[in-house]
């Protein structure tokens, strides 16, 4: 029974939020109040060009018990794609090329993110278009993303979608030509053809080759709603914030609102009801959940890896470091002291090991090493300095058996030392802590 209702689930992949700037009309915790509300296990957010709304979005749904699943739609210029598709203005002849026409030689990719690396990559896709377009311009190029794809899962998109642009101006041969590149660039295992429904005639007829070009090339199908607000009656809305997007008033609007209110966050019956006839397409959205493991969570500073001797890892080569400290200090020792330290530090090394610090104590115990053979004043201070493990590895005179220890409740890293930013760029020139690992910064 479990996996029957497994099956039938839907998890919605493609939804905006207010954050998308006068697109979407819910705020991120509406969002999950409503997918909470579904019953829904976990949620996706692509936000037009940024990942604004992310940290809200995570916040939550980490209240709410449901996985936030995060990436963006970025903005793509298909000519730099190398598609030859013809300019939409009406008013020039149906052959013209336009590579310069902002109508339709723009496209929006969705871009999901499968882990920590995707996201680093999102973060610079974006970062790189902003900096270089004014605001609300700018878009990634193909090298771009051949360079940041690591990471990152690829929907062909909605009506705006690379697919969807190429099948309208250009037909089934630069549709062709659209999945072949996103396949070039992100693998064929992680570029899905996205599908949505919303009573459009002209909608299904691009599903339906939509689906011919899935096929032809083995390429999943997925089912997604396109929300750009969570409940219906917030369409009026929406239709209000695309109006002054296109400078006019909504009696003038016209065909720029939205045909109907079907986009926004429908429950599983609803959408299994919809793809009736692609099981398939409902059954890819918990497939495609489930290989999206980053959250926000995963995020946090890491340490650079220090370098120790072939067959060793660092917490190795920490406990060796602390043996030594051990029998020089308490070799002589009597049979009390020397249990009782010994199980200090056993229960100190476990709390590094757990916390994954072991490089953060060979660093600096590189650089009391340094400081120690160049005569520089190295001054323990905080909570870790006053460790059994840090005494031993480093032989000052910090205090042995302090209570001072709190790693365990510290949401940062403790502070072990107090030391010159000269002696720390001597150090770097002169012993095995690196130049990297000084200059390192967030990743």
Excluded at 32 to 46: K, Q, V
Excluded at 131 to 150: F, I, Y
Excluded at 307 to 322: I, N
Aim: charged fraction near 25%.
């Amino acid at each position: 029974m479990a996996n029957i209702i497994r099956e039938r689930m839907y998890i919605e992949l493609h939804s905006r939020s207010a954050f998308s700037f006068l697109e979407g009309t819910a705020l991120p915790e509406d969002l999950i109040a409503i997918g909470a509300h579904l019953n829904m296990p976990a949620m996706a957010l692509l936000d037009r060009d940024g990942i604004y709304g992310a940290p809200r979005f995570y916040l939550a749904a980490k209240k709410a018990g449901i996985k936030a699943h995060m990436g963006a739609e970025v903005a793509g210029e298909i000519s730099d794609f190398g598609f030859q598709i013809k300019d939409c203005d009406p008013r020039k002849p149906a052959s013209i090329y336009n590579p310069k026409s902002k109508t339709c030689n723009f496209f929006h990719l969705p871009l999901l993110v499968s882990s920590r690396p995707g996201y680093q990559n999102l973060c610079r896709l974006i970062t790189k278009m902003k900096l270089r377009a004014k605001k609300g311009e700018g878009s990634v190029r193909k090298e771009e993303l051949q360079e940041h794809a690591d990471g990152l899962i690829c929907l062909t998109g909605s009506d705006e979608g690379s697919l969807a642009i190429a099948l309208a101006q250009g037909g089934m041969v630069e549709a062709r030509r659209s999945i072949e590149s996103l396949i070039g660039i992100f693998g064929h295992g992680n570029v899905y053809v996205e599908l949505q429904r919303h009573f459009h005639r002209e909608q299904e007829a691009r599903n339906r080759a939509a689906i011919e070009i899935a096929r032809s090339y083995q390429l999943p199908l997925l089912a997604t709603n396109g929300v750009c607000y969570a409940t219906p009656r917030e369409r009026e809305l929406c239709d209000v914030f695309t109006a002054i997007r296109h400078h006019c008033t909504l009696a003038a609007a016209g065909r720029l609102l939205a045909r109907n209110s079907e986009r926004y966050l429908k429950t599983s019956q609803q959408m299994q009801e919809l793809f009736a006839d692609l099981p398939e397409a409902i059954a890819n959205t918990m497939e495609l959940s489930s290989r999206l493991e980053f959250t926000l969570q995963d995020l946090g500073y890491e340490f650079p890896r220090y370098p120790v001797p072939q067959g060793e890892t660092m917490m190795s080569f920490l406990r060796e470091r602390t043996r030594e400290g051990f029998r020089q200090r308490y070799g002589r020792a009597e049979a009390d002291l020397k249990n009782r330290a010994r199980r200090q530090i056993e229960r100190e090394l476990a709390l590094i090991e757990k916390l994954q610090l072991p490089g953060y104590f060979l660093i600096v115990w590189d650089l009391v090493r340094f400081c120690r053979k160049q005569n520089i004043l190295v001054q323990g201070r905080g909570s870790a300095a006053n460790s059994s493990a840090s005494l031993l590895w480093t032989r000052s005179a910090w205090s042995c058996f302090s209570s001072a220890f709190y790693l365990r409740n510290v949401a940062s890293c403790p502070t072990l030392i107090s030391i010159s930013p000269a002696a720390i760029s001597a150090s770097a020139s002169s012993s095995t802590f690196t130049n990297d690992m000084v200059n390192a910064g967030p990743p």
